[in-house]
């Protein structure tokens, strides 16, 4: 009988511990400054990305780029892979550095789900679930920022070539339109998605062993 109120005891224990516990959604708040600030560097850079990899597109279908040397070619190839590239590092970077920060400033929430029994894996499941969310987000404003753009811009950029290069005809103008290319600005969520999946996953994994 003793033993039976002893879990008794243990068992109401952890029941009001778990009622004073904050929820798992609660280990990375959406509504934190800092995660604002995250989602709105993100989405500026796949802004940046998106008109980077477009205005590429519609450089290398110009024919008078394609009358260059190679080695124009070549080092115009090079200098814009290493601006995208560039863009792609900053928010592996920026998200390492959000999930550090976001880890440090929630260290008693989840020392709290550790001791009621959360494991590791599940605390780094919703971090990684939060960061993904802000990854997919940004890249979903961001690509469609881009083409908005592109959509305004391009006719002025249209009108530009033909005043300054009558032979241009009608239907490189057409064929060089950004607008055959969503697959550019579809796979910028896509590839935001994957770095904040990685970089938060590697910094978490490194950091959560210490609890």
Request: include cysteine; charged fraction near 10%; charge should be positive.
């Amino acid at each position: 009988m003793t033993l039976l109120n002893k879990v008794l005891n243990q068992s109401m224990e952890r029941k009001q511990i778990k009622q004073l516990a904050p929820k798992p959604a609660d280990i990375i708040s959406n509504d934190a400054i800092y995660n604002r600030y995250l989602l709105i560097m993100i989405t500026l850079l796949c802004y940046l990305k998106s008109i980077l990899l477009s205005s590429y597109l519609i450089l290398i279908k110009n024919p008078e780029f394609l009358e260059l040397s190679i080695s124009v070619i070549q080092a115009s190839q090079v200098a814009w892979g290493f601006l995208i590239l560039l863009v792609l590092i900053i928010i592996a970077y920026i998200i390492t550095y959000g999930t550090h920060t976001s880890i440090m400033y929630n260290t008693n929430t989840i020392n709290l789900l550790t001791l009621i029994g959360a494991s590791n894996n599940f605390i780094i499941k919703r971090v990684i679930f939060s960061f993904a969310k802000i990854g997919i987000l940004a890249g979903l404003v961001g690509s469609s920022m881009g083409l908005l753009t592109i959509l305004v811009m391009y006719p002025f950029l249209r009108q530009i070539s033909i005043l300054f290069n009558d032979t241009i005809s009608n239907d490189f103008i057409y064929d060089t339109s950004i607008l055959n290319d969503f697959a550019v600005f579809l796979s910028i969520p896509i590839f935001c998605f994957l770095i904040c999946i990685i970089s938060s996953y590697l910094t978490v994994r490194k950091i959560i062993k210490n609890y």
